[in-house]
């Protein structure tokens, strides 16, 4: 049984989280460093959560400063609230919005959820995800009426959309971030592979682009100060006539999952490569991270040529004889694996293979495998102890907990 929807549910998955190329790659003609001397440890993981049903789950979270439970998100649009009860927790509906939700595509339904930082009295939760007819993207507050036990359905504010010219490449998560500003991501829109409407390098669009804005405002968003283009008219549904003041950082082609390093602040974003290279980029307001000029720390279309300037590399990539989905993870701040202490650890949805690099690396660090799991890794969560987790997706989808 498992591996049968081992087997269907993959090839769906590598389209789903969008590297629409062959393989390629090859290692050489990168000028990444070697590995640093103190290498962490390797690192196993282990099945928690046993008991709780999820098909599909795409994102699992905790509310701030809450250890007490778990929330996962299923791409059908309903989330699951769960104890925080390795061995006997069963799961609940905390919202269900499946009759909202456009989950037919590989890469569309329910796709991101962030607890607001004041959650545990202002009961507010933002998800990402897709609507039907046509295929949009959409950003909306919930809020819970019922001392945070569930959200009610009929609370949606929708804060932000974005039609999607294509099913592929729709990015899909949110997180706070340091001053409790909301970051958003958005993939290039898809359509064919290689970016072919140009939405990377296109700042009148919210395709391709880390999203900060601030939701603490009567009625919608406003822009926070300092983010770059933050004097022009805010975009509607995802388009101006200018850039987008909503833009924190633009240039990337599938930003599928990114997080915030707990100790630093820092935001740290996988960006799903073509067909050659997957990229870990550590984000800054206003800098371009290059697609689709580069892929990786390289010009695309391979073996073409192309100039870099202005452009950001990423601080760690891998090639497609490695994997060819990254998924982002999260700065490893917890206590049992001390050895990773202070490192980035990311993964592969489609090999399981996980790597770190340490979290203050410069651009170009080669990536330190610690583990080749059989998990197809959709994400990463960390625990309010900062202990981390992965999601193996598939109609049975299981958690599994990064141990040493
Ligand atoms: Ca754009
Ligand atoms: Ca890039």
């Known amino acids: 049984m498992a591996l049968f929807g081992r087997l269907i549910t993959i090839p769906a998955f590598i389209l789903l989280?969008?590297?629409?190329?062959?393989?390629?790659?090859?290692?050489?003609?990168?000028?990444?460093?070697?590995?640093?001397?103190?290498?962490?440890?390797t690192v196993q993981t282990?099945?928690?959560?046993?008991?709780?049903?999820?098909?599909?789950?795409?994102a699992l979270?905790?509310?701030?400063?809450?250890?007490?439970?778990?929330?996962?998100?299923?791409?059908?649009?309903?989330?699951?609230?769960?104890?925080?009860?390795?061995?006997n927790a069963t799961g609940s509906t905390f919202l269900d919005i499946r009759g909202r939700v456009e989950s037919g595509p590989n890469e569309a339904g329910l796709l991101g959820i962030a607890f607001h930082p004041e959650f545990a009295t202002n009961g507010e939760v933002?998800?990402?995800?897709?609507?039907?007819?046509?295929?949009?993207?959409?950003?909306?507050?919930?809020?819970?009426?019922?001392?945070?036990?569930?959200?009610d359905p009929s609370s949606e504010e929708i804060l932000l959309t974005i039609v999607q010219p294509a099913s592929s490449h729709n990015g899909g998560n949110l997180a706070f971030g340091p001053g409790g500003r909301l970051y958003i991501g958005f993939g290039d829109g898809g359509g064919g592979g290689g970016d072919p409407q140009g939405n990377g390098q296109d700042t009148t669009n919210l395709h391709g682009t880390i999203v900060r804005i601030d939701v603490d405002t009567a009625g919608g968003y406003a822009i926070p100060p300092g983010n770059p283009f933050a004097g022009n008219a805010p975009c509607v549904q995802g388009f101006g006539a200018a850039a987008c003041p909503e833009i924190h950082a633009w240039g990337f082609r599938n930003p599928w999952r990114f997080s915030f390093d707990s100790a630093t602040g820092r935001l740290w974003a996988g960006d799903v490569g073509q067909g050659a290279w997957e990229e870990v980029d550590r984000v800054e307001a206003g800098e371009n991270y290059g697609w689709n000029i580069r892929e990786g720390a390289h010009c695309y279309p391979p073996e073409s040529s192309c100039s870099e300037v202005g452009l950001t590399d990423p601080i760690t990539e891998y090639d497609h004889g490695l994997g060819s989905s990254v998924t982002g993870g999260f700065v490893y701040r917890g206590s049992a694996m001390p050895e990773l202490a202070g490192q980035y650890i990311f993964g592969d949805f489609v090999t399981g293979r996980i790597w770190a690099v340490p979290a203050d690396s410069p651009i170009g660090t080669a990536p330190l495998e610690i583990a080749d799991t059989d998990h197809s890794i959709a994400s990463f969560a960390a625990g309010v102890d900062g202990e981390l987790y992965l999601i193996d997706y598939g109609g049975t989808s299981t958690i599994h907990q990064i141990v040493p």
């Open 17 to 41: 989280l969008s590297s629409c190329g062959g393989g390629g790659g090859g290692g050489n003609g990168s000028d990444f460093q070697p590995p640093p001397p103190d290498e962490p440890a």
């Open 46 to 58: 282990q099945q928690v959560f046993a008991n709780v049903d999820l098909a599909f789950a795409t």
């Open 61 to 87: 979270v905790q509310a701030p400063d809450d250890a007490s439970r778990w929330f996962a998100i299923e791409k059908s649009g309903r989330v699951v609230v769960f104890e925080n009860d390795a061995m």
């Open 126 to 151: 933002f998800l990402s995800y897709t609507a039907p007819a046509p295929l949009t993207s959409v950003i909306s507050r919930f809020r819970s009426f019922d001392n945070n036990q569930t959200l």
